[in-house]
């Protein structure tokens, strides 16, 4: 059975479809702008504890990389990399094994992360809690647009949600679905208006040092086992030099 289409007033997309994604975008726009108001200023590494990181991972760079190097190379640097590697030498603290283990809970950085979490859920939570609300007490139950193409009836509950017809066809999108689909789609939108990629690349660079493992860190493996487990797997290392047979490998591409 074919359900009639409908005859959708005009002034919908003036007074409905058009003030729900003004909204969105503009509260998307604030929202963004005062997250990176409250994101602190990253702090600066100690030298130290840079070191220590840097130096694990120029064995890890030797361990993947080394078949550049040639055999005599190879066995100065495998000795260098497993005599400290095994050492404490490049440690950014000397480890007291009869120090009791530190408390996470009590750690600044842990409380700092845990506070700068909050802040982000509640930037995320009020604006849509506020905006929803807004959406169903004035929009409620107004179907706003027809898409163009045709859909399958799996999409019903997602296009048509506040509207109690079941016999209405699916191309039919209400107020709070379209609030939904500005919700999960406007990213792009906010590209587009910013324009700004330093602010871009600001949070994708708060977002890797959030991510970066945290060697010796509450929670994280002890930077002794973690040293030890690579001198292991540079130990074992069996040398191939990609210069080998280099020659043939040119000859045997030019025939």
């Not at 809970?105 to 929803?132: C, E, R, W």
């Not at 959030?210 to 002890?222: D, E, F, L, R, V």
């Not at 040293?227 to 290392?237: D, V």
Request: charged share 20%; glycine share 4%.
């Amino acid at each position: 059975m074919i359900s009639p289409d409908l005859i959708l007033d005009p002034q919908l997309k003036y007074w409905v479809l058009l003030p729900i994604s003004f909204v969105m975008v503009l509260v998307g726009l604030l929202r963004s702008n005062i997250t990176l108001l409250l994101t602190p200023s990253p702090k600066l590494t100690p030298y130290k504890t840079a070191r220590e990181k840097q130096f694990l991972n120029r064995a890890v760079c030797f361990r993947k990389n080394n078949g550049i190097l040639t055999p005599s190379d190879f066995e100065t640097r495998q000795q260098y990399y497993i005599e400290k590697l095994n050492s404490s030498d490049f440690y950014a603290e000397k480890e007291d094994p009869d120090a009791t283990p530190s408390n996470p809970f009590t750690d600044p950085s842990t409380n700092d992360a845990m506070m700068n979490m909050v802040k982000g859920n509640l930037m995320n939570y009020i604006p849509q809690t506020l905006i929803m609300g807004w959406v169903n007490y004035f929009f409620a139950g107004f179907v706003v647009m027809k898409l163009p193409f045709p859909l399958t009836d799996g999409f019903k509950s997602m296009l048509q949600s506040g509207v109690a017809t079941p016999s209405l066809n699916v191309r039919y999108v209400s107020s709070i679905s379209w609030y939904f689909v500005n919700l999960l789609g406007l990213k792009p939108v906010y590209s587009l208006l910013m324009e700004d990629s330093k602010i871009v690349d600001q949070m994708m660079q708060q977002q890797q040092q959030q991510q970066m493992p945290n060697i010796g860190g509450p929670g994280a493996p002890k930077v002794d086992k973690v040293f030890k487990a690579e001198a292991e797997n540079i130990q074992i290392l069996s040398h191939e030099s990609i210069f080998d047979g280099i020659v043939d490998r040119v000859l045997n591409q030019s025939d």
